[in-house]
């Protein structure tokens, strides 16, 4: 079985500077979060989608963050326009419908960078 | 509010010795809580997760964890370190099934 995929897997902006992560979950998979993990923290979840609609993004700052997940499937990331503090690996879970984080799958992550 | 604790940043054992990574939990309700495990540059991997069921819970790689509501700890042992297992670990926290806390981490160093 495929695992959560993400892309790109490192990034480097420079301030003020936009920039947008893709994930492709595990197939099948209803429920989509994508998490911020700062250097030295844990991750802190930003988004959850459960298909296409929104769950809690609660700790998404909107003024400069959005996601989507217009077909239930793959989502999208981005950050706009970028500040020093959003360097962190953004990671993005997925989990089979009914299972909530009882039974998360995490991908790899991509590091971001900002200059 | 629901929040863990990982009372050590950095964890060093030596090849062949016990390991003990300690967790505390707040949690007004009975919630799940899980370990998982972070390898340079590698996703997250669930270790073990304990949900109301035996409170002493057994994982992958050898690892388990016991649960104790009254000292609201959540401590992962294993007893004998390899040296694969040096990697970050993170204790969690769910007080539902929709939202995860994660705790600070903790990193662990196996030496020859």
């Known amino acids: 079985e495929a695992g959560v995929a993400q892309s790109p897997r490192y990034k480097i902006i420079e301030k003020r500077q936009s920039v947008a992560f893709w994930c492709n979950p595990i197939?099948?998979?209803?429920?989509l979060y994508w998490y911020q993990q700062i250097l030295g923290q844990g991750p802190k979840l930003l988004i959850q989608?459960?298909?296409?609609?929104?769950?809690?993004d609660s700790q998404l700052p909107k003024d400069r963050f959005s996601a989507e997940r217009l077909k239930g499937v793959d989502s999208t990331l981005k950050i706009q326009p970028a500040k020093l503090e959003d360097s962190a690996v953004y990671l993005c879970?997925?989990?089979?419908?009914?299972?909530?984080?009882?039974?998360?799958?995490f991908g790899p992550g991509t590091r971001l960078t900002v200059l | 509010a629901q929040s863990v604790t990982q009372l050590d940043s950095h964890v060093s054992v030596s090849e062949g010795t016990p390991v003990l990574l300690r967790c505390n939990y707040s949690s007004s309700y009975s919630p799940s809580l899980f370990w998982y495990v972070q390898h340079p540059n590698k996703g997250l991997q669930l270790l073990l997760k304990y949900t109301s069921a035996a409170t002493l819970v057994k994982g992958i790689n050898g690892f388990e964890a016991e649960f104790k509501k009254s000292e609201t700890s959540f401590h992962l042992t294993k007893p004998s370190a390899h040296m694969s297992d040096a990697a970050e670990y993170f204790c969690v926290v769910s007080p539902n099934n929709n939202d995860m806390r994660f705790g600070a981490g903790t990193r662990l160093t196996v030496k020859p």
């Open positions: 197939s099948g998979h209803a429920t």
């Open positions: 989608f459960q298909n296409n609609g929104v769950v809690d």
């Open positions: 879970a997925s989990s089979p419908p009914g299972a909530g984080v009882n039974e998360q799958f």
